[in-house]
Each structure stands twice: as structure tokens, then as C-alpha cells.
């Protein structure tokens, strides 16, 4: 899995014309920060934050998943996506 592949599709994402929904945002999120970092080893957000929370579950749900996995699950969610948003 080549890092332009993935950039080609964050790219993507910038182009739709809907924003896709809360929880496919979520996936999103997850799944790319998976693919550039790894597991998530950062604490989880105290107080109120719940979106800084949500980002962090799941980013955190993608846990033990290979960098090169997570980004071929991104590419293929994101085409997925373009079907809906484009």
C-alpha cells in the first residue's frame, strides 16, 4: 500500500458534495489515524469533550490492525463513500 494511494483518497474525501454521516466520519477518523500512527496509545479524553471521545473510540476500535490494512480499509471505505458523495 503505497502513502499516495492514501493521500488519493483523503483527497477524495475533499471533494464530496455531502458530508457523510456522523459515524462514517467516525470510521474515517479511525481508520486513518490507524494507518499513519498505529494503535492509539494516547489517554482517553477526560470531562465533557464527547466528540474528542468519539474520535478516540474510534480511533481505538482499529486497534491491532496493520498500518498497510487500515489504509486499504480507508481507500476502499472512501471509494465506497464516493459512490454516495460524489
Sequence with gaps: MKIDQL???VALTKKFT???TN???LKLYGLYKQATLGDNKEE???GFDF???AKHNSWLAYSGKSKEDA???YIEFVTELS???L
Aim: aromatic content about 4%; charged content about 25%.
Design 7 to 9: 493521500e488519493e483518497a
Design 18 to 20: 455531502t458530508k457523510p
Design 23 to 25: 459515524q462514517e466520519l
Design 44 to 46: 482517553a479524553p477526560s
Design 51 to 53: 466528540v474528542a471521545a
Design 71 to 73: 489504509a486499504a480499509s
Design 83 to 85: 459512490s454516495k458523495y
